[in-house]
């Protein structure tokens, strides 16, 4: 593999904290993240609200996720052209007039284009974000940075829904948008008024432009996307498989409880214990990364994905359904950053990006298609059967990581090249003592 950009810089890289980063490049995240979680419960019934039929309303709660997936290439775009900060500042903004058009919707088909929207600004802001994080963050603590801002996302998807539940109580279901214009006007004020946080390292973006100074002409998308083919064909598969076991998860165990006669409180304490011990693991996973290497984290966090899915048919009681849930829920929390950390290993420094707004459709596209398999497999054999299949699924897909990933791991190369410039300067100094 050639060396990239990131591993040339593993042996030059000041010291740094992300202590000092901690507000300008996570605050965003996480009140933008609160905002999501209040939003995410209520868009199914703030449709209904409005007359939908339920076959309608979960189509409209899923428009979020088609948005995500259609934009994902163009928000790289845009970010490029842009820029990530500019990028995160505009998101913020639209997201949160979003959000009050959807708070004031006097129809269906309003609420059905802001819910729509909402996910294209989720998509220009996860990629900015990213972008962002690697400019700002030196590579020897890349996979803690974006594990951890893949920790503070969860975290504030699980404080809004408590946030949003008085004022849904008090108001009605679309009360809970107002949470999101909120978050949407503070994230951007937060953005604005911060600092920049890619100004901190511009001496070494410069340092490094002199030496890929043939590499600064403008390219297209397309170019970037077809030139990095190869990567998406090889890890960017396995990443779709990381995606389909995550959202198979999500989908199959609240429908396995309800088959096992568990109601839907419980079930939902089940997804509260669940969330907290996924938000305890994002620290240590990006830890492991920097340390080990990214397949320590990468391939546990899909085998027990994969199990805690296929054991899911095992479990009738209460208590067995929370240890099965528990198994996959430490393999979700230790895959806290993965995605995200993987595309920044092989991201381009020219087209960055570009090609990240690919590695987010790739992504999705796992994370999207997951359910619709669940639904076939299930109308064809059974819930039990779906359960089985897609962790069967998840399994295959640890072995095709495991072969590849390693060879995207650019501090892997990094102590490979060590090693050998190591035994060249060893032999050199036994060849100069010779007679």
Not at 45 to 58: C, W
Not at 238 to 258: E, Q
Request: with cysteine; proline share 5%.
């Amino acid at each position: 593999m050639p060396r990239s950009e990131s591993s040339r810089g593993l042996d030059t890289e000041p010291a740094f904290s992300l202590r000092g980063i901690a507000v300008p490049a996570y605050g965003p995240t996480i009140i933008v993240a609160i905002g999501s979680g209040a939003v995410v419960p209520i868009v199914t019934l703030s449709a209904l609200d409005l007359g939908a039929t339920p076959a309608v309303a979960a189509l409209t709660a899923g428009l979020a996720l088609v948005a995500e997936l259609f934009f994902a290439v163009p928000a790289g775009a845009l970010v490029h052209r842009i820029g990530e900060r500019r990028a995160l500042l505009w998101a913020c903004a639209v997201d949160a007039v979003a959000a009050f058009v959807a708070l004031t919707a006097p129809s269906l088909a309003v609420l059905m284009v802001t819910v729509f929207a909402m996910g294209f600004t989720s998509s220009v802001f996860t990629v900015a974000r990213q972008a962002y994080l690697i400019d700002a963050v030196p590579f020897s603590m890349r996979a803690r940075a974006l594990s951890t801002l893949g920790g503070v996302n969860r975290i504030g998807m699980f404080i809004g829904p408590f946030l949003g539940a008085p004022i849904i109580h008090l108001w009605g279901p679309r009360a809970g948008f107002a949470v999101a214009v909120a978050a949407g006007l503070s994230a951007a004020a937060l953005v604005r008024l911060g600092p920049d946080l890619t100004a901190a390292h511009e001496a070494r973006a410069k340092e490094q432009a002199k030496d890929d100074a043939q590499d600064r002409t403008p390219v297209s998308t397309a170019t970037v996307l077809w030139d990095h083919r190869r990567v998406y064909l090889t890890i960017g598969l396995g990443i779709m498989v990381i995606g389909a076991a995550r959202s198979a998860r999500v989908v199959l165990l609240p429908l396995w409880a309800a088959h096992v006669g568990l109601s839907a409180s419980t079930t939902a304490v089940i997804f509260g214990i669940v969330a907290g011990v996924e938000m305890l693991l994002f620290y240590p996973a990006g830890s492991v990364m920097d340390r080990f290497g990214r397949i320590w984290v990468a391939g546990p966090c899909v085998v027990l994905l994969g199990i805690g899915t296929m054991a899911l048919p095992l479990s009738h009681t209460a208590l067995a359904v929370t240890a099965v849930a528990l198994v996959a829920a430490v393999g979700n929390g230790m895959g806290s950053g993965i995605v995200m950390t993987l595309g920044a290993d092989s991201a381009p420094e020219q087209g960055r990006s570009q090609f990240l707004g690919g590695w987010r459709f790739v992504s999705v596209l796992g994370g999207s298609g997951s359910p619709a398999l669940i639904s076939l497999v299930t109308a064809q054999a059974g819930l039990a059967a779906a359960c089985v299949s897609l962790g069967g699924l998840a399994l295959v897909g640890s072995g095709w990581l495991g072969y590849w990933v390693p060879r995207y791991d650019p501090a892997r190369e990094a102590r490979r090249e060590a090693r050998r410039d190591a035994g060249r300067g060893g032999a050199k100094g036994r060849g100069a003592g010779d007679p």
